[in-house]
């Protein structure tokens, strides 16, 4: 294991749910976490307050020039977190072209630019890096997509895409590797599903651990992984 200290750690998504409390758990490792939001305000009430959070405004993660442009300001980098995405409950009478390619452009468009441009990062540091993305258990499992197709279709290619990283990098240090989380308990998913049993969910400070866990190796053997975050549900 690595100490995380001073370390510098992009995570998309950053001020969501699952996003703060990773945020919260690299600086409490020591990190330094670079936040991109989309919004010119970005809503910051669940970041940890101080100088190891730095959250840059409108920054598009579907963009290449404006996520080649956050990542050209950027110190060399230990990690890239890729939480940033969207989900839409659409069967498929409800699924237009709109709704997949929204979807691929949440979901697969804004993982895959940040990696591109996280690679190039490690790249010029020459001392290699950790990519995390955030895939989803219909990604592993389809038969769960039933309703959510363009979700489920988005989430497995970035499932695919990282595998398919992760052995381009694999003499190169550099190591990508998926979650595919169930459930996971926020805020937002208790009010929507009432009535679900709220105790069998992944909660993000699990999930947080877990990825900062992985970020502290010292050794890159696990990439190309795709690993099921299920809780008990």
């Known amino acids: 294991m690595q100490s995380l200290k001073d370390r510098h750690v992009v995570v998309t998504g950053g001020t969501g749910a699952l996003g703060s409390a990773v945020v919260a758990a690299f600086v409490a490792a020591g990190a330094t976490c670079h936040v991109p939001a989309i919004e010119s305000a970005p809503p910051t009430g669940n970041l940890p307050a101080g100088p190891q959070v730095k959250v840059v405004p409108n920054v598009d993660l579907s963009s290449e020039a404006s996520v080649d442009a956050f990542y050209a300001a950027l110190p060399g980098l230990h990690a890239v977190v890729n939480i940033a995405g969207g989900f839409a409950w659409a069967p498929i009478a409800d699924s237009p072209a709109k709704v997949l390619q929204q979807q691929i452009s949440m979901n697969l468009v804004s993982c895959a630019l940040s990696c591109r441009a996280a690679v190039a990062n490690f790249r010029k540091a020459g001392a ?79 999930i947080a651990e877990l990825i900062v866990a992985h970020c502290s190796l010292s050794d890159t053997i696990n990439s190309g992984a795709l690993i099921p975050i299920y809780g008990r549900a």
């Open 128 to 206: 290699g890096g950790h990519l995390v993305n955030i895939a989803a258990r219909p990604a592993l499992n389809p038969r769960q997509g039933a309703n959510m197709t363009a979700y489920t279709a988005s989430k497995a290619a970035v499932a695919a895409f990282t595998v398919a990283l992760a052995e381009e990098l694999k003499n190169e240090k550099i190591s990508a590797i998926a979650l595919a989380p169930s459930t996971i308990d926020t805020p937002a998913n208790r009010k929507d599903m009432p009535t679900a049993k709220h105790d069998t969910w992944v909660t993000p400070k699990a």
